[in-house]
């Protein structure tokens, strides 16, 4: 009953592709799947670059941006409505009880938690949710979401521009491990900046004592 709910939600969704409004269409599925719509862009993105490749650039720009914004909304939900739209949320998909280990893992590695979950399948919505709930300092988490969904989405607009409507076998079979290694090369990055920067000290309550399991 619910893959057939989200079949027909899905096929929704593409429809809108070769709709007249199709760019405020993209950006709005961006922003609204960011915090908490089910049904990924991507193949929405892909299609309108495929009908207008000469246009995919300003595609990848359009769904960046508002997933970005999607992004901070997901962010207040889990900052100002934790109790009554995170906790189901966190519940449903069992990690309530993982909070103080991710509370640790935020306040060590929160960018590069951000970059994995904006550039790979990893349902995005869940970390800016997340990201709320635990405080994640604002501007990282905002730069973090820009280089993330960055990645993903202007990766494809530029395939599309460069290379035209040809570029479509070659996303379909090799895009998940481009995007891959670039994920790979930047959070290398980001690893070398934090060790580099020094961290783990005394002050840090992750390093300063074993994370105990939630009460």
Known sequence: MISRW????YDWVMEKASHPH??????????????FFPVPPHPLLGLMCLAEPKKAIRFGLIATAA???GGLFGYAIGY?????VGVPLLTAIGLIDSLPAAQCTFDQYGVIAVIIAAATPVPFKLLTITAGFLGMALVPFILASIAGRALIFLTVGILFRVFGRPIKAFIEKYLGLVTTAFVVLVVGGVLAITQLGGGGGEDDPCAAAPVEAAA
């Open 6 to 9: 989200l079949r027909a939600l």
């Open 80 to 84: 100002l409505l934790f109790d009554t």
């Open 67 to 69: 997933s970005v914004i």
């Open 22 to 35: 199709a760019e405020w269409w993209l950006a709005f599925f961006c922003f609204i799947e960011a915090s």
